[in-house]
C-alpha cells in the first residue's frame, strides 16, 4: 500500500492547478492560489513535509467540497 510522501513546492502547485486552482499569485506574505472565490496559502518552503501536505490537502479538500485520496493525488 502506497504512503503519502513530501512533496516539492513545484509539483504541489501543479496538481493543484490539475485541480481547478488558478495561481500562485503574490500576497502580502504568502502566496496563495484561488479556486472560485476562496483562496489556499501556499507556504514558501521548497519542499512540504508529509504532515504539511496532509494539513493544505485537507483545506484543499473543504474548498473543493470532496475528498482527495492518495491514488489520485499520486495520478495528478
Known amino acids: 500500500m502506497s504512503r503519502w510522501t513530501p512533496c516539492k513546492r513545484r509539483d504541489f502547485i ?10 500562485p499569485f503574490t500576497g502580502t506574505r504568502h502566496q496563495f492560489m484561488v479556486y472560485q472565490k476562496h483562496r489556499l496559502t501556499i507556504p514558501s518552503n521548497s ?9 493544505m490537502i485537507r483545506e484543499a479538500e473543504d474548498i473543493l467540497g470532496r475528498e482527495i485520496t492518495l491514488v489520485e493525488w499520486n495520478q495528478l
Do not use: H, N, P
Open 14 to 23: 501543479r496538481r493543484l492547478r490539475q485541480l481547478g486552482f488558478d495561481g
Open 47 to 55: 519542499e512540504y513535509s508529509v504532515s504539511q501536505l496532509r494539513m
